[in-house]
């Protein structure tokens, strides 16, 4: 009767529903590497910019006609490689200025993802600097790091650092990034500031759980770049492998399931 055509249609339609929303949550999954990426960016009195790679700005403040101030920033981001360099020359003119202060900042910053064929640890060398004449800001720059979910921060001084041994296992995406930051600008009457940050690997080695270097394994990276990993073959960037493309086969054989079902069971409706 009509209550049977009713139900019918809403199970139909709920067919539809569930078949649909299966077809999206395997197209929409995300795939579980980040995004590798390089950014600069500076922000000064003038303005700012941001680039893939490299960025910069410099200029003059001028104030009632008079330039009180002369800045720049300039920040270049590589993977695995990152510098940021800022100047800024306060006039002893600001001094009739009371009040005015000056700021510009260089931040570059990179992430990229690595996948290993075997499972194992992995240990970072890497040199970061922070320094600078300053004469207007106590810090005059960082450098943030993240490797393997291991994170570490530095300000005011630079030098080496060592992590301990990282574990990675085999297929799963390993994260890695770094970001630097130059802080300039003060409000001192003819002070200087040329604050700088960067940061870069010295080494990467490979462990077994004993302790013991690795020398066979290979690896990949999201951004096709080869970190010089100890002992290991760089086998070019990470392409997705056959199985990652299963949900979404998956997805496309659900619709055309839906699709089939649903006109079998309308064509025998009466």
């Known amino acids: 009767g009509g209550a049977g055509i009713l139900s019918y249609e809403w199970l139909i339609k709920a067919r539809h529903v569930t078949f649909t929303l299966l077809f999206i949550l395997f197209l929409t999954t995300p795939d579980a590497q980040a995004a590798a990426i390089t950014i600069a960016s500076v ?4 303005g700012g910019q ?3 790679t490299d960025a910069h700005v410099d200029g003059a403040m001028v104030v009632q006609g008079v330039n009180v101030a002369y800045y720049g920033a300039t920040a270049r981001a590589r993977y695995g490689s990152l510098s940021t360099q800022t100047f800024g020359r306060i006039g002893d003119t600001l001094q009739g200025f009371p009040g005015l202060t000056i700021g510009y900042t260089a931040t570059a910053s990179f992430s990229d993802s690595l996948l290993f064929g075997d499972s194992g640890f992995i240990q970072f060398d890497y040199a970061f600097s922070i320094g600078g004449t300053t004469t207007g800001n106590c810090k005059p720059g960082s450098v943030d790091t993240s490797l393997g979910g291991v994170t570490s ?3 005011c001084a630079g030098g080496t650092f060592q992590t301990g041994h990282i574990p990675f296992i085999a297929g799963v995406p390993f994260q890695i990034g770094a970001t630097v930051r130059a802080n300039g600008g003060g409000a001192i009457p003819g002070g200087f500031d040329s604050p700088e940050a960067g940061f870069g690997f ?6 077994d ?3 013991t270097r690795i020398n066979s394994f290979s690896y990949t990276s999201e951004s096709g770049t080869d970190y010089g990993i100890s002992g290991a073959i760089f086998a070019g960037a990470t392409v997705p492998e056959p199985a990652s ?3 979404v086969a998956i997805g496309l054989a659900a619709l055309v399931f839906k699709r089939k079902c649903a006109t079998h069971v309308q064509r025998t409706i009466p």
Do not use: K, N, V
């Open 209 to 211: 759980a004993g302790g």
């Open 43 to 46: 922000s000064t009195p003038g």
């Open 153 to 155: 921060h530095f300000d």
């Open 202 to 207: 010295r080494s990467i080695s490979l462990f």
């Open 245 to 247: 493309l299963a949900p």
């Open 50 to 52: 941001t680039g893939p």
